[in-house]
């Protein structure tokens, strides 16, 4: 059963990446504890700043009290660059993509309904057409999480040699 949590929901933009860069990665160590021997897991910091380099770079962060509990973040896509490019038959006539990178919850706060404010609250006024991200294909509840919010897997893909694989997923962004 969720239940439901108290949290406020608070945007960042790329001009907020030094305020906010160490509450991701403390969000991300505590998310990935399991994981944090796997080298990919441990580039997360270059992720972070690779980014929020980018100048359309968005980022809504979810706080309990004083407490960053989860996060999500992304930018939109350059035309050409889009996740979605090699994997749809036809390119569709309105092409801009705002491709969702993260979406990280701290255990504690996991299976309570923030996930997806997480993410509505990250698209909610996007002037893109296409939401787009990636799922490990090795965690299918996951990505049955992501269609019962509209996405649809549309290919795979491994970005990098040591990265999972990763199911490419879009839907209309609004």
């Not at 990665?25 to 997360?44: C, K």
Request: proline content about 7%; aromatic content about 12%.
């Amino acid at each position: 059963m969720e239940r439901l949590v108290t949290t406020e929901i608070k945007h960042y933009g790329h001009a907020d990446l030094g305020d906010i860069r160490q509450t991701l990665l403390d969000v991300h160590e505590d998310a990935y504890a399991d994981r944090r021997h796997e080298e990919f897991v441990q580039r997360f910091p270059w992720f972070v700043d690779h980014w929020g380099a980018n100048p359309g770079f968005s980022c809504v962060i979810a706080w309990e009290q004083e407490v960053p509990v989860g996060f999500s973040y992304g930018a939109p896509a350059a035309p050409g660059r889009e996740w979605w490019q090699g994997h749809l038959e036809t390119t569709p006539q309105e092409s801009s993509t705002f491709s969702v990178s993260e979406l990280m919850v701290r255990p504690k706060w996991r299976k309570t309904g923030l996930g997806p404010r997480l993410h509505d609250a990250l698209l909610s006024g996007r002037p893109e057409t296409w939401a787009v991200l990636t799922v490990d294909t090795k965690r299918p509840r996951l990505q049955a999480m992501y269609e019962g919010w509209g996405y649809r897997k549309i290919g795979q893909n491994q970005p990098f040699a040591d990265s999972p694989v990763y199911a490419v997923m879009m839907k209309a962004a609004a």
